[in-house]
């Protein structure tokens, strides 16, 4: 059956998921999520397009842009290639990284674009990531949280309007946005490997981390979709362990 036309914003603002395929965790470490963000800097090179904020999420990616002077499918065609090549080199796979199609949410108005602002930066903390959205360290927000001169930002979210755009996105977004279906329940040997990655180290040695390090490994692994049950299995720590660890 031929694909269904994306929906086209008709001002150019867009909601883009990209989401690895298998549910691969693709962003393992600072220096996966660092890359990414290198990726997309040389992706806007040119005005192709213009970043408002970006939250990169273990398994997935969300991106807040404007399509400009490339068009929006071209744009991360190339970004999804490029940072193919770069992980498939570091970690010796082959195959696709991507989902064979990024999916896009058509944004044609001001609040509906603010509010996927919001429900971006929101991410972290639904996901048990950090406590406050503006301290996780892979998310970016034009007018309130950028380090890495990647976002443009337009003179209604400069500084003066930082303490009013902060309140709003704390609050319980009014639409509904793109979300990250889950990939469904790993195999043991499957969710054994994806933890690994993320850890750096075998399964059985995670339990004798430092906690904060621990815990933290604990939730991307579990927001790649391992499970409780099998966190607990594969680290030889308590389900109760586990369940507290993702609360944090």
């Not at 704390?170 to 793109?178: G, I, Y």
Request: aromatic share 8%.
């Amino acid at each position: 059956m031929p694909r269904t036309a994306r929906a086209r914003s008709t001002v150019g603002l867009y909601h883009v998921l990209l989401r690895a395929a298998e549910g691969r965790m693709i962003f393992a470490d600072d220096q996966d999520c660092a890359r990414f963000l290198d990726v997309l800097c040389r992706a806007r090179e040119g005005d192709a397009f213009l970043l408002y904020a970006y939250c990169l999420m273990g398994t997935h990616a969300h991106l807040l842009i404007r399509e400009a002077s490339v068009p929006i499918d071209q744009a991360f065609k190339r970004v999804g290639a490029s940072y193919a090549r770069y992980y498939n080199t570091r970690y010796n796979q082959t195959g696709r990284l991507f989902q064979d199609r990024f999916q896009s949410e058509a944004l044609n108005d001001n609040p509906h674009f603010l509010d996927a602002m919001r429900f971006i930066c929101q991410n972290p903390v639904k996901a048990g990531l950090s406590k406050n959205m503006f301290s996780y360290p892979w998310l970016g927000c034009s007018g309130v949280t950028e380090s890495r001169n990647l976002l443009y930002s337009p003179d209604v979210m400069k500084e003066e309007k930082r303490r009013e755009l902060v309140t709003f996105l704390r609050a319980s977004c009014e639409f509904e946005h793109l979300e990250v279906n889950g990939p469904g329940r790993l195999p043991d040997e499957k969710a054994a490997e994806q933890l690994a990655r993320v850890a750096n180290c075998p399964p059985a040695e995670i339990a004798s981390l430092e906690r904060p390090k621990r815990n933290a490994i604990l939730r991307m692994a579990h927001d790649a979709g391992l499970s409780i049950r099998q966190l607990a299995r594969l680290t030889g720590l308590g389900k109760t362990v586990v369940e507290r660890a993702l609360k944090v």
